[in-house]
C-alpha cells in the first residue's frame, strides 16, 4: 500500500492528526502535508476538519472503502505466498472471547505450535459483538464464537460445543426444596445434566434474584434474556459486566445467579455453589471456526481449524 494511503487510514483510525503522527513516528506537520497533498489531487477534502475527532467527508469514506479493499487484497496475497512456502514461516491472527480463548484456545494453540513451531500465532481477545468487524476488515483470519454471522460474507464451521447452566449460590437459597433439586459441581463433571432424569427446576421460581448479566457486546447476554423471557419474566439485573468469568466469580460470592458454561464448572469448583439445568434451547451452544467467505483459505489456516475439530469434537 502506498504511504499515503497509510498516512490517511492512520488519520481516519485515531481522528486524529497528532495521535496518528505518533503511531507513525512522523511530525505533525509533515503528515498533514502529505495528506493536503492527496487532497489537492483529487480535488476535495478527506476530512471534515471542523470537528473532533475527525470526521470523514463523502470523499474520505468512499477513499477508505477502497483502503480497506487494499488491505483484505494484501492480506490475501500474503496468505497465498504463505503457502508456498509449506508452513515453515508466516503469521495467523485469531480471535476469540474470553471464555472461548480461557477454556478451549489453549489445547488448539499447543498442538499447533507442535506441528507448526515457526507460523507465529497472534490471540486477539474480544466480545464477540466486536470479533465480526475484526474478522472483515482483516485483522483476524479466523474467529471463534457461538454468536450469529452473516452467511453471506463469513462461513463457519463447529469447533466445540458447550451448555449453559444457573449459578446459584447456597446462601441465595431460602427454599430448601429448590436447594435439593440443584446439581453439585461433582455432578456438573459427571455430566448429570445431560440425563433424562435430571432435575428441573422452572427457572421463574429465581426470578425474585438478583442476576448478574453481560453487556451488550456479548452474544451470551441476549442469549441469558431470551432464555428469561421464555421463562416469562424480567430478570432483575445487578451488575452488567463484560466477562463471563467475572459474572462467575461474583455469582460465587453470593452475589447473583449467573448462567454460566458447564466448561467452567468442570475446571473451577467452588464449595457452596449449585447448579441448574436449563430445557432452553439458547442453552446448547455451538461455537464456529469462523473466516472471511471471499477471502483466502490459506493453508495455516486450514490446518489450524482442522486441529482444532479433532480435538474438540
Not at 81 to 87: C, E, F, K, S, T
Not at 166 to 174: D, F, I, P, S
Amino acid at each position: 500500500m502506498q504511504p499515503e494511503m497509510i498516512y490517511i487510514y492512520e488519520v481516519y483510525r485515531t481522528g486524529s492528526f497528532s495521535k496518528a503522527a505518533a503511531n507513525l513516528y512522523l511530525s505533525q506537520p509533515a503528515l498533514s502535508i502529505a495528506v493536503k497533498k492527496v487532497e489537492k489531487e483529487i480535488g476535495m477534502p478527506l476530512f471534515d476538519r471542523s470537528h473532533q475527532p475527525l470526521q470523514l467527508t463523502e470523499a474520505g469514506r468512499i477513499y477508505i472503502k477502497k483502503i480497506l479493499k487494499i488491505k483484505l487484497l494484501e492480506g490475501d496475497m500474503a496468505n497465498e505466498l504463505q503457502d508456498i512456502a509449506n508452513l515453515a514461516t508466516g503469521e495467523l491472527h485469531i480471535g476469540g472471547t474470553q471464555y472461548f480463548n480461557s477454556y478451549v484456545m489453549p489445547a488448539i494453540i499447543k498442538k499447533y505450535i507442535h506441528y507448526y513451531p515457526h507460523i507465529n500465532i497472534s490471540l486477539l481477545e474480544d466480545n464477540s459483538g466486536l470479533l465480526d468487524d475484526k474478522l472483515a476488515d482483516g485483522s483476524v483470519d479466523i474467529m471463534f464464537h457461538c454468536g450469529k454471522f452473516d452467511e453471506k460474507s463469513f462461513a463457519g464451521a463447529k469447533i466445540f460445543e458447550d451448555h449453559l447452566l444457573l449459578a446459584v449460590h447456597k446462601e441465595l437459597l431460602k427454599d430448601k426444596e429448590i436447594a435439593i433439586q440443584g446439581l453439585t459441581a461433582g455432578q456438573v463433571q459427571k455430566n448429570e445434566f445431560e440425563e433424562k432424569d435430571c432435575p428441573i427446576v422452572p427457572l421463574k421460581i429465581f426470578a425474585a434474584m438478583p442476576f448478574l448479566i453481560l453487556t451488550k457486546s456479548n452474544n451470551l447476554r441476549e442469549r441469558a434474556l431470551n432464555i428469561c423471557r421464555s421463562a416469562g419474566f424480567t430478570p432483575k439485573v445487578r451488575f452488567y459486566v463484560e466477562q463471563l468469568e467475572t459474572s462467575y466469580h461474583l455469582a460465587c460470592h453470593g452475589l447473583g445467579a449467573a448462567f454460566v458454561s458447564d466448561r467452567m464448572v468442570k475446571e473451577h469448583s467452588p464449595q457452596d455453589m449449585l447448579y441448574y439445568k436449563l430445557t432452553n434451547e439458547e442453552a446448547d451452544r455451538c461455537f464456529q471456526a469462523i473466516t472471511r467467505k471471499n477471502g483466502y483459505m490459506s493453508h495455516a489456516m486450514r490446518r489450524f481449524i482442522e486441529l482444532a475439530r479433532t480435538i474438540w469434537l
